[in-house]
């Protein structure tokens, strides 16, 4: 017997879809999580300094706001926390299964069902629909550096920190310098013995000003749900202006770098070093650092940043290309994730056996970021083309499950057999939205996350926040083929 909804993955996302089917009435779901608790990025992102560059304010759902939130930006032990509380006061937590890897979803297109398959000896499971919410940012990425595996000590990854590992003392290489890098080094530096940055690119840095929430801004919140409101809106609208600099390359993107560049200057005395840091790409086309101890943290005596590029790892440590070994005890890979390569996660087979990553291969594509014609009643969350940019991930994310939850209640209310998104609209829409992104800072030249090696951009919303939901306000029954049972009257 199949089960209306299988949601796949319990971080943001999942948690978020699961709230919004029970508010719309449907009960017959569960979320299969790989892991043993709830949270995705923030349960797997522990290393030291984790945190959200985001406001909290901001980086939180509309449906559940925090009053509690103890700084402008949170950490990540606090950000789970807010998962953990919702889980609970939503309700969901009966709903979720544990150490449920889903190895593979394939479509049967008479019975309307997908097959839900999971590493192990698990059983399969049949829904009606899925909401594949995995998360982009859930696999480590290693680079591919040779000799990555004749490093004879101890290698850590951003994503998957090691906290037994005792850094005191300790030489240390740190590998990257994006969003993760910034955040884990200076405390790095604060515990080993010596630190070396090896950096490919640098990166354009904004000041972080964090301050702790009072008591009294907390007891407002509490008492009066509006000002919560306000607070929100305010950062909301004031991210949705940043667009104007980082999205496209504008006047606006020159006023951001000359910020940036005001903010090494001050934080950065020594010429050379601020020459290594500045970037050579428009401000926006790789993402912002938000950070104000990484370049005081790059100055300490224990630290050294080495602009040189790796020829390769040895046993002993690291060899860059003009011939130095810089000795280690450990490499931290801050190398980001698995992304951008036009895969899914798992082997997705759809109507006549199509299979998803193979029409990904050429850039993946979808419906509004949320369905892909010949995979009926998929859902994706952070799907191709709904990555933010400017404004918080959240919000996005906010818009897609309140989308894919409406489609879901809408074939269950009507009892029909599927909703497929129609080729000739996702293709319209896909040909737009690449049109649209190659007038934006990101397809500008720079080599980032963002894109594939070939430069394809199916990452990216080229837009403004406002824009991405107002597309996902509801849901167009004319965009869809609507395909019901044999038996059904329809
Ligand atoms: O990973 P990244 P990240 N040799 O891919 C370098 C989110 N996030 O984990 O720039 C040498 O950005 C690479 O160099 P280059 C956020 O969305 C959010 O830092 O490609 N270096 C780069 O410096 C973010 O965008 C928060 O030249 C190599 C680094 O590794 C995303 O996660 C906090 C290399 C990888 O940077 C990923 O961030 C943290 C090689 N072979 C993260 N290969 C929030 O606050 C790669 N690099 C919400």
Not at 30 to 58: H, M
Not at 264 to 279: A, E, F, I, S, Y
Not at 405 to 427: C, Y
């Amino acid at each position: 017997m199949a089960i209306a909804v299988a949601v796949i993955g319990a971080g943001f996302a999942g948690i978020g879809a699961a709230i919004k089917l029970k508010q719309k009435g449907i009960d017959d779901f569960v979320v299969f999580e790989r892991g043993q608790r709830v949270g995705g990025t923030w349960r797997d992102n522990t290393y030291p300094g984790a945190a959200c560059d985001i406001p909290s304010q901001l980086y939180s759902y509309s449906f559940a706001p925090n009053p509690e939130w103890t700084h402008t930006y949170s950490g990540s032990a606090e950000i789970l926390d807010y998962i953990d509380t919702m889980v609970a006061e939503f309700g969901v937590a009966d709903h979720i299964r544990f150490d449920r890897e889903v190895s593979g979803l394939s479509y049967d297109e008479t019975a309307g069902e997908w097959t839900v398959n999971f590493t192990g000896r698990r059983r399969a499971v049949k829904a009606r629909s899925v909401i594949m919410a995995a998360g982009p940012l859930a696999n480590p990425s290693y680079p591919d550096i040779r000799g990555l595996d004749d490093f004879e000590g101890h290698r850590i990854h951003s994503a998957r920190w090691d906290h037994d590992y005792d850094f005191t003392g300790k030489k240390v290489a740190v590998i990257g310098t994006g969003a993760s890098a910034v955040q884990i080094v200076p405390h790095l530096v604060r515990q080993a013995a010596s630190v070396k940055v090896f950096q490919r690119t640098p990166g354009w840095v904004l000041p972080r000003v964090d301050m702790e929430t009072g008591e009294f801004a907390k007891s407002i919140y509490r008492r009066i749900p509006g000002a919560q409101r306000l607070a929100r809106a305010a950062w909301f609208w004031g991210h949705e202006s940043v667009a104007l600099g980082v999205v496209w390359d504008t006047p606006l993107t020159r006023v951001v770098e000359a910020v940036s560049k005001l903010n090494l200057r001050l934080q950065v005395k020594d010429p050379w070093l601020r020459r290594q840091l500045t970037p050579d790409f428009s401000a926006g086309c790789k993402r912002l650092l938000m950070t104000s101890d990484y370049y005081p943290a790059l100055q300490a005596d224990n630290c050294r940043l080495v602009t040189w590029p790796i020829a390769r790892i040895a046993p002993k440590g690291i060899r860059t290309v003009e011939g130095v070994e810089h000795q280690a005890d450990v490499i931290v890979f801050a190398t980001g994730f698995e992304v951008g390569k036009q895969s899914t996660p798992f082997p997705v087979s759809g109507i006549g056996g199509r299979i998803l990553a193979d029409e990904w291969r050429g850039g993946a594509y979808a419906y509004r970021s949320v369905n892909v014609a010949g995979y009926p009643n998929l859902h994706i969350t952070f799907g191709p083309n709904s990555g933010p940019g400017h404004n918080s991930a959240l919000v996005y994310m906010e818009a897609q499950i309140e989308y894919l939850t409406e489609a879901i209640a809408t074939l269950e209310q009507n009892g029909w057999k599927a909703l497929d998104v129609r080729d000739e609209v996702q293709t319209e829409y896909n040909r737009n939205i690449q049109k649209r992104l190659g007038a934006t800072t990101w397809n500008s030249g720079c080599q980032s996350w963002y894109l594939t090696e070939d430069g394809f951009n199916a990452t990216m919303f080229p837009g403004f926040a406002t824009q991405f939901t107002n597309q996902l306000a509801r849901v167009d029954l004319r965009d869809y083929r609507i395909l019901v049972h044999e038996s059904s009257p329809h």
